[in-house]
């Protein structure tokens, strides 16, 4: 697919940035050069390649999700100025 002149004035009224027509040379031309690898990779046979999640073969190592803290809101509670006894007061900021 090659792209165009107006494919870049598209592109950047799209995106909502200012291209001057002195860089739209450049950026079509590196455009172009991002197309073409994008054809150059569709044409890869990836018929027996398995999905995977990563690049790299690496696994997270995973710890059990156990309770290390004992519960300490009354001790939280009691640092504020004032408080309920599941929250902190505070004064209203909207009326």
């Known amino acids: ?3 165009t002149d107006k494919d870049i004035k598209k592109l950047s009224h799209l995106a909502k940035i200012n291209i001057s027509s002195d860089d739209e040379l450049i950026v079509l031309k590196k455009l172009d050069g991002i ?6 990779m ?9 999905p995977m999640s990563h690049a790299l073969d690496i696994y997270q ?6 309770v290390t803290e004992s519960n300490q809101k009354e001790k939280f509670l009691q640092l504020g ?3 309920n006894e599941d929250y902190f007061i ?5 009326e």
Do not use: G
Not at 42 to 50: A, G, N, R, Y
């Open 1 to 3: 697919m090659a792209l």
């Open 35 to 40: 197309m073409k690898l994008i054809d150059t």
């Open 42 to 50: 569709q044409k890869i046979d990836t018929t027996d390649v398995q």
């Open 61 to 66: 190592t995973l710890r059990d999700d156990v």
């Open 81 to 83: 100025p004032e408080s």
């Open 90 to 94: 505070v004064p209203r900021v909207v």
